[in-house]
């Protein structure tokens, strides 16, 4: 537990710094995440052939102006990461999802490049990653066979540190700025459970892109 709002406390930290004399923005942002998890096989090492999940993602970002070009970046995100799959090995065929959905706490630093008015930026950091809850889908190839939808939430680590790497442009207008960003998320980390790694077939890591379009204002 102590952990598990880290993120929560590092935003906290940056809001309490953000003192007078310093440049403090907000923005909100959403769009399609495109999310297919690494998934390999522990015994073999094989990886599984799956299929992309999109899936919708929501932002609020407080900014802290550091310099001219450089940024300190930290919010919240509403994320779902997941994939599908075919089982073609067993007696009835049929599709699987799986969706794991966090409330995301990223801290990046963000670096701009002024193009007159434009403003192009790349930003690098870590989102730790708080799971809100996992579900399970199948559905039969054979549309007499019912489906069916378990929870799994046990399943997973209830705290995951994925690397972030974003990059996009903005432009000021009417007094905000619009952002139009790309964000790959590339997960060093297994989201199984620990506790529960050993019954695990199957060794799971975040991989997404994001495409978000957004608007973001300095409001001191």
Do not use: W
């Not at 710094?17 to 310093?22: E, I, P, R, T």
């Not at 067993?90 to 193009?115: E, Q």
């Not at 989102?127 to 399970?136: D, G, I």
């Not at 442009?169 to 060093?188: D, I, K, N, Q, S």
Request: positive net charge.
């Amino acid at each position: 537990m102590k952990t598990r709002f880290l993120g929560g406390g590092l935003v906290l930290l940056f809001m309490a710094n953000a003192g007078a004399g310093d440049k403090f923005g907000l923005a909100l942002k959403a769009g399609p995440n495109f999310s297919n998890m690494r998934v390999e096989e522990k015994s073999s090492g094989k990886i599984v052939n799956s299929d992309i999940a999109v899936e919708p993602a929501f932002m609020l970002e407080f900014e802290l102006v550091i310099s001219k070009h450089l940024s300190y970046i930290a919010g919240f995100q509403f994320l779902r990461h997941g994939y599908s799959a075919r089982d073609i090995d067993s007696v009835f065929t049929f599709r699987y999802f799986r969706r794991a959905t966090y409330l995301g706490m990223p801290n990046k630093l963000r670096a701009f490049f002024h193009h007159g008015r434009l403003q192009s930026f790349v930003s690098f950091g870590i989102n730790a990653e708080n799971l809100l809850s996992a579900r399970y889908r199948r559905e039969y190839d054979d549309a007499t066979i019912p489906g069916y939808e378990l929870n799994i939430k046990a399943l997973f680590n209830e705290l995951t540190f994925t690397p972030e790497l974003d990059a996009g442009l903005r432009c000021p207008l009417l007094g905000f700025y619009v952002t139009v960003e790309g964000t790959y998320a590339f997960g060093t980390e297994n989201v199984n459970n620990p506790d529960v790694e050993n019954l695990a077939t199957h060794a799971r890591r975040i991989r997404d892109f994001r495409f978000t379009i957004g608007i973001s204002r300095y409001i001191f």
